[in-house]
C-alpha cells in the first residue's frame, strides 16, 4: 500500500485530502502541530505531531522513509503570535525539498492562483518563494494553485462569505471591482489523488479553478440565494475607509492569537481578485473544475448552515460585548471603591469581607475581560465568568438578600451575562 504524509493535516484542505487519498487506496499519515486539532479533525487517523517550520533536513529524511507522497496543505494567512509566514511558507519548504531530493517521494505543493514574488501581500510573495524554492531542488513535485475554495465546512474566507450572505436585512456591497473565481473542494482533492497516483506530470504548475469569474457583490449574492435567505430590499455599500479599518482590528486581533480572515491580507487578496487559468491544468490531463453553479449544487444548503452563518456573525459580537461589559463593571467598582463598598454597607454585610470582596472582585473582573480576548484563553475565561458570576449570585444570597428585591434586578441581570458566556464557550472551538 502506497503511504502518503499530509501537512497541515487537520486544515480545511489537509483533511480533505486525507480523507481521498485514503479511499485512493493510500495508508495516509497526518502532520500538524496541534494534537488537541488532529484529534478534533480525526481521532483514528495516523499524526505526526510536529511544527513544520521547525524540522531539520535530518528529521524530514526520518519522517519520508517509506513514504510516496508528501501533501503539503499547511498554511498561514498572515504573520501573527502563532505563525511566521516565512518559516512556514518558505524555510519548511526548502527544507523538506532537499531532504526529499534524493529520496523516491513526490512533493505535491498545495499553493494559490496568483502568487508572484512581485505580489502585494507577504501571504503571496511567502507562497511564491516556496514554490520557487520547492521547483529548484526537486524535479518530482507536482504545484497546484486553487482559487477561492467552497467546501461544504466553512473556514476562513468561505465563512466570510456565508456570514456576509447572511446578514439580516441587508445585502453588503463591498469591493465591487473585484473578480472572484472559485473551485470546489472535491476538484482539489481529485487532483491532489490523480497527481499522487503518478497521472499528472512532474513539474506540473497549474490553477484549480472554474472557467469564469464574477464580482464579489454577485458571489454573495448568490451563495445567500443557495443559503435560502430571501432577497433583501437594502443593499448597504460600505466604503473603503471601513474595510480599512476592519483590517487593522482584525490585524490587531491577530496578535491575540485570533486568526480572522479579515485581516488586511484577506481583504487585500480580495481586492486585487482571485483569479486563475485553467489552462496548464487542462494541458496537464487534468479534468475541468466545476462551475460556480455546480459547486453551490454540490453542497449542502442545510439548516445548519444558516444557523452556522448567523452564528459566525454573532460570536464576535458575544466577545466583544462580554470583554467590554466585564471590564467596566472592573474598571467603575476600582474607580469608586466607596461608593461600591456602601452597598455592601448598607445591607450590613461582615465589615471585614466588604473590602476584599470588592476589590478581588473588581480585579478579577477585569482579568476576565481581559483573558475573553486572548484566543488560547477565551474558552476558560468564558467558563470563569460563569463561575464567578455563580458565585457573585451565592454571595449575593449569604451577604445582601435584599439585592435581590432591589427594583433594578442587579442580581437578576447576571444571567444572560452568564448564559452569554456559556454561548461563548460552546461556539469557540479549540484549534
Known amino acids: ?35 488537541k486539532a488532529a484529534e478534533i479533525a480525526d481521532a483514528t487517523a495516523q499524526w505526526i505531531i510536529r511544527d513544520i517550520s521547525t524540522i531539520s533536513v535530518a528529521e524530514w529524511r526520518e519522517i519520508l522513509v517509506n513514504v510516496d507522497v508528501v501533501v503539503n496543505a499547511a498554511g498561514a494567512l498572515q504573520d501573527g503570535l502563532l505563525d511566521d509566514l516565512e518559516a512556514i511558507h518558505v524555510t519548511a519548504i526548502a527544507q523538506l525539498a532537499q531532504a526529499a531530493a534524493d529520496l523516491p517521494v513526490r512533493v505535491i505543493q498545495i499553493s494559490a492562483a496568483g502568487v508572484t514574488e512581485q505580489s502585494s501581500t507577504a501571504f503571496f510573495r511567502t507562497k511564491a518563494r516556496g514554490d520557487a524554492a520547492l521547483m529548484s531542488s526537486l524535479q518530482n513535485c507536482v504545484i497546484l494553485r486553487p482559487t477561492l475554495l467552497l467546501a461544504p465546512q466553512a473556514y476562513g474566507g468561505t465563512a466570510v462569505l456565508r456570514a456576509a450572505a447572511a446578514i439580516p436585512f441587508v445585502h453588503p456591497v463591498v469591493l465591487p471591482d473585484a473578480q472572484i473565481q472559485t473551485v470546489h473542494i472535491d476538484d482539489v482533492t481529485a487532483a491532489v489523488v490523480l497527481a499522487a497516483n503518478g497521472k499528472i506530470p512532474a513539474g506540473t504548475i497549474a490553477d484549480l479553478t472554474e472557467p469564469e469569474a464574477q464580482s464579489l457583490p454577485d458571489l454573495i449574492a448568490r451563495i445567500r440565494a443557495w443559503q435560502g435567505w430571501p432577497t433583501p430590499r437594502v443593499s448597504l455599500r460600505l466604503p473603503g475607509v471601513s474595510l480599512s479599518a476592519t483590517g487593522r482590528i482584525a490585524d490587531l486581533l491577530g496578535l491575540l492569537g485570533w486568526r480572522s480572515p479579515l485581516r488586511t491580507t484577506a481583504l487585500r487578496v480580495l481586492s486585487d481578485g482571485v483569479r486563475g487559468d485553467p489552462k496548464a491544468w487542462d494541458a496537464a490531463g487534468g479534468p475541468p473544475c466545476r462551475a460556480l453553479e455546480d459547486t453551490l449544487r454540490a453542497l449542502p444548503s442545510t439548516r445548519q448552515e444558516r444557523l452556522y452563518a448567523r452564528a459566525y456573525l454573532a460570536l464576535p459580537i458575544a466577545i466583544g460585548v462580554l470583554a467590554l461589559f466585564w471590564l467596566l463593571s472592573g474598571v467603575i467598582a476600582l474607580l469608586d471603591l466607596q461608593r461600591t463598598m456602601a452597598v455592601l454597607v448598607d445591607q450590613n454585610a461582615p465589615r471585614w469581607m466588604i473590602a476584599p470582596s470588592v476589590i478581588g472582585g473588581a480585579v478579577a473582573d477585569v482579568l476576565l475581560g481581559l483573558a475573553i480576548l486572548y484566543r488560547p484563553w477565551t474558552k476558560r475565561a468564558a467558563l470563569g465568568m460563569m463561575a464567578l458570576s455563580g458565585a457573585y449570585l451565592l454571595g449575593g444570597l449569604a451577604l445582601a438578600p435584599a439585592l435581590w428585591s432591589d427594583p433594578l434586578g442587579p442580581m437578576i441581570k447576571v444571567f444572560p451575562g452568564i448564559v452569554l458566556a456559556l454561548m461563548v464557550w460552546l461556539m469557540v472551538e479549540d484549534r
Open 1 to 35: 500500500m502506497p503511504k502518503a504524509v499530509v501537512l497541515g493535516g487537520y486544515g480545511l484542505i489537509g483533511s480533505a485530502c486525507m480523507r481521498a487519498l485514503a479511499q485512493s487506496g493510500f495508508d495516509v499519515v497526518g502532520l500538524g502541530r496541534s494534537h
